[in-house]
């Protein structure tokens, strides 16, 4: 019983040239499980997501969710979604 | 993963069982099954080579011999697995983070229902064993039960390695 969360993990991380090392040093976890969590393969604890998000200084809604996101150039251009 | 609690112990076995040297050995789920199959095959091989010396009624020195020789690419076989599930088992609770203390878990909930099984299947043998020949059952109750223990001892370890994942690909300009 499992609901997928999808999250923005990765592109967050190569925008601020964060490494998998550097990040998961810095959040107290093993550098597969940020690999896992962006391959969408392990979801999160709360704690983890809100340490992450911390540590990018960012709401923890902008990196993880419940829906899909929408492509960032959508976002940004303000396209409808279909 | 608490590293604030960790002893220089924890630090030692973390780093040692996170060294990338290994890794062409368990980059693949193939060559993961491939060695978690060596690994059993040398086990099995092990446990039989014990169960005829404790059989034999002379001591079968070429028996002793041949145990210590599979031993060494046994012990290979072992810090392989090991390495290709990051101490998953080796390492304190204290050393994992929280996906790696909920994969021990599921880890040991596996083994543990996979060695329900077998230790019904050697009481049965065992049970038909001893209603066929009287003395069978004492002959072979004791290698039965060391084999018996040497897999509950293992399973966990050959569990773990067939359920590692591959490692995630980095991006090469992060990476460094």
Redesign the interface.
């Known amino acids: 019983m499992s609901e997928q969360v999808h999250n923005r993990l990765a592109m967050v ?2 925008e601020r ?5 550097s990040l998961a040093e810095a959040v ?3 550098y ?5 969590i ?2 969408g ?2 979801n ?2 709360l ?2 997501a809100l340490k992450i998000a911390k540590h990018f200084e960012l709401p923890v809604e902008a990196l993880f969710s419940l829906e899909p996101f929408r492509p960032l150039t959508d976002e940004v251009y303000g396209r409808k979604q279909p | ?3 604030t609690r960790m002893t220089g112990y924890d630090r030692s076995m973390l780093k040692l069982m996170n060294d990338p040297a290994g890794r062409p050995l368990y980059a693949t789920a193939a060559r993961r099954r491939v060695v978690v199959a060596v690994h059993v095959a040398l086990t099995v091989a092990m446990e039989a080579l014990v169960a005829y010396i404790y059989l034999a009624n002379a001591e079968p020195l070429w028996a002793i011999i041949a145990t210590a020789v599979l031993l060494l690419p046994w012990m290979v076989a072992t810090g392989v697995i090991n390495g290709a599930t ?1 101490g998953l088992l080796e390492l304190r609770e204290r050393a ?5 203390s909920a994969e021990r878990r599921r880890v040991l909930a596996v083994s543990h229902r996979a060695m329900t099984l077998l230790l019904a299947s050697a009481v049965a043998g065992l049970l038909i064993v001893g209603g066929i020949g009287g003395d069978a059952l004492r002959a072979y109750v004791a290698p039965v039960l060391i084999a018996v223990l040497v897999t509950h001892w293992l399973m966990p370890l050959w569990v773990a390695g067939r359920m590692a ?1 591959d ?5 090469e ?4």
Do not use: F, W
């Not at chain 2, 300009?173 to 460094?176: D, E, F, I, V």
């Open positions: 991380r190569a040239k964060v490494s998998r090392q107290g976890a093993h597969q499980t940020i690999g896992y962006e391959r393969q392990y999160p604890s704690d983890l | 993963m608490t590293t990051r994992l983070d929280e996906r790696q994942q490692e995630p690909v980095e991006d300009a992060l990476a460094g």
